[in-house]
């Protein structure tokens, strides 16, 4: 009846007679609608000789003078893919002319009809539908979509499972033939795992729809083979399926036996995380402009339109993300820019109710020193989206790779990404078995050598306590790619000199690994620097760390930055929010300076909070045994002291009327800037309570 095309610029037309050179070297779509009304498409290659409407057709196409009824899936949808498991799903699509008409979907096994739904094209000629009941991990099945008495749409071979978005820029696009360990021919024993590639477009807005990738495997979703994972070219190319996605899913789909996995690759080399934002994402942060790229787009929201916008619909597992080497010189704005992403990405996708938040997997950037200074920022820039519910990060800083032929910044090591990223997500979702071992330690505590509080004047060294997953004692080890390494361990090597920092008011000045006994870790100043002196101890903040503590599984501890406000200059408020059982509420909380002594003239605020009658947040503070603070909201307590003043510990009495609602959760967080920015000072869960009432809770010490 009638044929369209459509290239990476948009509709081409029924009849094209625009110049060939615009569509030379690109891949142009036929979508044919014959008798049966079945929707057929037609992929070819345009080279730059051979006119577009004759290298598949004699001549030009006529015109179709009554088009029929007509009505498809998104591109996202199709034989061998995966649809998320346990939970609400979506099948959608477009029609060109069956306005208003009723859709059904059906999903069926071989004994019949598994799930159903119906819906209706709206005047914009989209349509979805939401089938119930939720479907259980299992396939294969077959799924229909009808209107009017016609089967518009057949899927063949869909299994139910988990399905993941994998995002970012160049090292996600990295291909598993550049990985250094893995043997291909394994993606031949993986036949529930099923991969889809979204094809690199770019627009100004959202399109109708989005475009399956032009892996060499063919169609829109194709079960993992060594042919679809890594093709038959050469090491170098890029066209093939993302190796930290892959080895992802793998991974996930081994610890989960029979559940099939699904994964979609959306990524791009060279790009900003403003480009991946949503209008909305980059309107919550004061959001820089992306520096000028030869390669890669630099609008804001570009690849959110073409790319992940299309497919919000689409129920998912969990994202998977790699990206921040070209936000590596706007570390700060990051610190905004990558959690508003989170937070939006999060709440766009359908997922299951047992998994809110949306768990989000980021990768921290490898170590390199390709590209100057700024990964070392960036890395801690992205501890910001840490902080949010359902976050977890998956180590990379050790896994660096000068010797890389795709460049520093590309190292070989996906194999090992994919893996941490998996356990890290089985962890986040309660899937891995217990007792396994799924990141490297994390910084506890900060106290003074002499123990004292206050410090001693003459102390010049800091004891961390670190906690966390491993066994064993710590060790120091050199990292993948290290040059001088850890040789020997002590202070004086050169591979030790800086990995531990201290930042002072005049600046940065080294710090020196004294010693490491089980999970604790002394280190000493230079000589002349106090505790009193430093503001911020910083670990591993270098592009490329040349060694790094580890546990006895062989995970390192990530970078991080500490402020010292108790050992240095003083914060001027503090906050302290708890978790309760339906309010907070407090008698009294009272706070210590260096010297032990009960901290006087501190005010209170409850922002955000709702307090009955007479018992505001300044109830909290005001030394009376008779008045107690109530807030209905669990917002936080912010307690501002009369002046600067250095904090040792802290203290609480619990009210009189309700044991279920005594603090037994809580962080304690402080600010140098007025409140603007809080860093936390303390956490504390499951502290156990007496039943007696008026209890005052022990002195906890910072």
């Not at 001088?484 to 940065?508: H, N, P």
């Not at 603070?629 to 510990?649: C, F, K, Y």
């Amino acid at each position: 009846v009638g044929c369209e095309a459509y290239s990476s610029g948009g509709t081409v037309g029924h009849n094209p007679v625009a110049p060939v050179a615009k569509y030379r070297d690109t891949r142009v779509r036929f979508y044919c609608e014959g008798a049966m009304r079945s929707r057929m498409r037609h992929e070819l290659d345009v080279d730059s000789t051979t006119p577009f409407r004759r290298q598949r057709f004699g001549s030009a196409i006529p015109e179709p003078l009554s088009p029929p009824p007509s009505l498809w899936l998104s591109n996202a949808f199709g034989d061998h893919m995966v649809l998320q498991r346990d939970g609400p799903y979506s099948i959608f699509g477009w029609s060109s002319n069956l306005v208003n008409a009723a859709v059904a979907v059906e999903v069926s096994d071989q004994h019949g009809r598994v799930s159903f739904g119906s819906g209706t094209v709206q005047a914009s000629g989209r349509w979805q539908v939401s089938p119930s009941p939720a479907v259980g991990a299992g396939g294969p099945f077959s799924v229909s979509v009808s209107a009017e008495g016609v089967t518009f749409a057949h899927l063949s071979d869909v299994h139910f499972g988990d399905v993941f978005l994998c995002a970012g820029q160049s090292n996600m696009q990295f291909p598993a033939t550049g990985d250094l360990t893995y043997n291909c021919s394994e993606a031949t024993q993986l036949p529930l795992v099923r991969l889809f590639q979204v094809q690199r477009t770019s627009e100004r807005r959202v399109p109708q729809d989005v475009e399956p990738g032009v892996a060499q495997y063919g169609g829109a979703w194709a079960v993992s083979s060594e042919e679809a994972v890594c093709g038959e070219m050469e090491t170098h190319t890029w066209h093939y399926f993302s190796a930290v996605c892959f080895f992802f899913g793998a991974e996930v789909q081994r610890a989960l036996g029979d559940v099939p996995v699904g994964l979609v690759e959306a990524d791009w080399g060279g790009t900003a995380v403003q480009v991946w934002q949503s209008p909305a994402a980059v309107a919550a942060c004061n959001t820089p402009p992306v520096h000028p790229s030869p390669w890669a787009p630099t609008d804001y929201s570009a690849l959110w339109h073409t790319m992940v916008a299309p497919l919000a619909e689409l129920a998912l597992s969990g994202i998977v993300w790699y990206q921040g080497e070209s936000n590596a010189r706007q570390a700060q704005a990051y610190r905004c820019m990558f959690p508003a992403l989170v937070r939006d990405w999060q709440g766009r996708f359908p997922h299951a109710a047992s998994q809110t938040p949306l768990p989000f997997i980021y990768v921290e950037l490898a170590g390199t020193t390709h590209m100057g200074e700024g990964f070392a920022d960036l890395r801690l820039a992205q501890l910001a989206a840490l902080a949010l519910p359902g976050v977890a990060r998956a180590t990379a800083v050790d896994l660096a790779d000068p010797a890389s032929p795709y460049s520093a910044i590309h190292p070989r090591w996906k194999l090992d990404i994919g893996r941490r990223a998996a356990l890290q997500y089985l962890h986040l979702t309660r899937q891995l078995p217990s007792g396994t071992v799924f990141e490297g330690p994390s910084l506890h505590t900060v106290t003074s050598i002499s123990g004292d509080l206050p410090p001693l004047p003459s102390d010049g060294q800091v004891v961390l306590r670190l906690s966390g997953e491993g066994s064993g004692e710590l060790s120091l080890r050199g990292t993948r790619g290290c040059t001088s390494c850890c040789a020997g361990g002590k202070s004086s090597d050169q591979g030790t000199a800086g990995l531990f920092v201290v930042r002072l008011a005049d600046g940065e000045h080294t710090a020196y690994l004294e010693s490491i006994s089980g999970w604790s870790v002394v280190v000493s100043f230079s000589i002349g620097i106090t505790v009193y002196d430093v503001e911020e101890l910083l670990y591993a903040h270098t592009n490329q760390p040349e060694c790094l503590l580890y546990n006895a599984e062989g995970f390192p501890m990530s970078p991080f930055a500490v402020a010292m406000p108790q050992l240095a200059s003083a914060p001027s408020s503090l906050k302290q929010g708890t978790q309760l059982h339906s309010h907070s509420r407090l008698e009294e909380i009272m706070l210590y300076d260096v010297f032990g002594q009960l901290m006087s003239n501190v005010a209170a605020s409850n922002p955000y909070g709702d307090n009955p009658a007479g018992q505001g947040p300044d109830q909290a503070v005001d030394g009376s045994g008779e008045t107690k603070w109530v807030d209905r909201n669990h917002g936080p307590l912010v307690l501002q002291p009369a002046e600067a003043t250095l904090l040792s510990a802290y203290s609480w009495v619990t009210a009189d009327d309700c044991p279920s609602r005594d603090p037994v959760s809580w962080y304690l967080e402080a600010s140098r800037d007025g409140g603007a920015t809080f860093w936390q000072l303390d956490h504390r869960r499951d502290v156990p309570v007496t039943e007696t009432r008026k209890w005052t809770a022990g002195v906890y010490f910072i």
